[in-house]
């Protein structure tokens, strides 16, 4: 699934990692997985999807892309006016999402159709959990590693940016992707605690990671400040 525009970008920020990359990485990120999300999982799935490749990139086209084109093209057309209308966009967007987390479970869990336990719900949510911790953990260490001298900060970005997956790109896709599978609410339940689950674990390792982002250009400035004292002496 692509990746989120706010929520990586929010806590890249919140920690004080590189910003800038976490907007570029996010957004490209969703725009690239826009057609490669779709295709990956058409090319694992083989015959057994239901629709075709090309209905699957119209529909995404009409649903997705269209819009966002839309949107940007009435931005840059009214950017005072937009400015200077003070609509909390902010707080559109989130009640948005809620919303749209809120019909998917009523969806999943009205269905006579679908069994679910909670003993299956638990165990989702176990290991969605397990798995964000291994991918964190992936991401630190491969890039601490010192071939790609990404700074401290850029592991912050990178950290939540390849991480975090859409909820509100994820679920239209399955929606398109799985039409007409009758499965299909419980395959988008991972997805809707993976979305929740990453904020919330993202939010608990804010301070840890930025005392240790603070600590690591604390240390890296060490060696300079040393030599500058050194050659001041001399």
Same mark, same amino acid.
């Given at each position: ?75 840059? $057309?009214?950017?005072? %006016?937009?400015? =200077?209308?003070? #609509? ?5 967007? @989130?009640? *948005?999402? &809620? ?6 479970? $009523?969806?999943?869990? %009205?269905?006579? =159709?679908?069994? #679910? ?5 638990? @165990?989702? *949510?176990? &290991? ?107």
């Amino acid at each position: 699934m692509p990746p989120p525009v706010s929520s990586a970008v929010i806590l890249t920020k919140a920690v004080g990692g590189n910003e800038a990359a976490a907007i570029f990485n996010s957004a490209f990120g969703s725009f690239l997985g826009i057609f490669a999300t779709p295709t990956l999982l058409l090319y694992f799935m083989g015959s057994s999807s239901a629709v075709s490749i090309h209905s699957v990139f119209w529909t995404l086209f009409v649903t997705v892309v269209l819009p966002l084109v839309i949107g940007q093209v009435i931005r840059c $057309c009214a950017v005072k %006016s937009i400015q =200077n209308s003070n #609509i909390p966009y902010g707080t559109i967007s @989130s009640c *948005v999402l &809620l919303l749209i987390i809120y019909t998917t479970f $009523c969806d999943t869990f %009205s269905s006579t =159709n679908q069994d #679910i336990d909670e003993i299956s719900l638990l @165990s989702i *949510v176990f &290991l969605v959990c397990i798995i964000q911790v291994v991918l964190l953990c992936i991401t630190f260490f491969v890039s601490r590693w010192q071939v790609w001298n990404f700074s401290p900060d850029d592991t912050v970005a990178i950290m939540f940016c390849s991480t975090h997956k859409s909820l509100t790109l994820g679920i239209p896709m399955l929606k398109i992707l799985f039409a007409g599978f009758p499965n299909l609410t419980l395959i988008s339940v991972p997805l809707l605690v993976y979305h929740p689950t990453q904020i919330l674990l993202g939010g608990f390792l804010v301070p840890i990671v930025r005392g240790w982002m603070l600590a690591e250009q604390k240390r890296s400035k060490l060696p300079r400040h040393h030599f500058a004292s050194s050659n001041h002496i001399l």
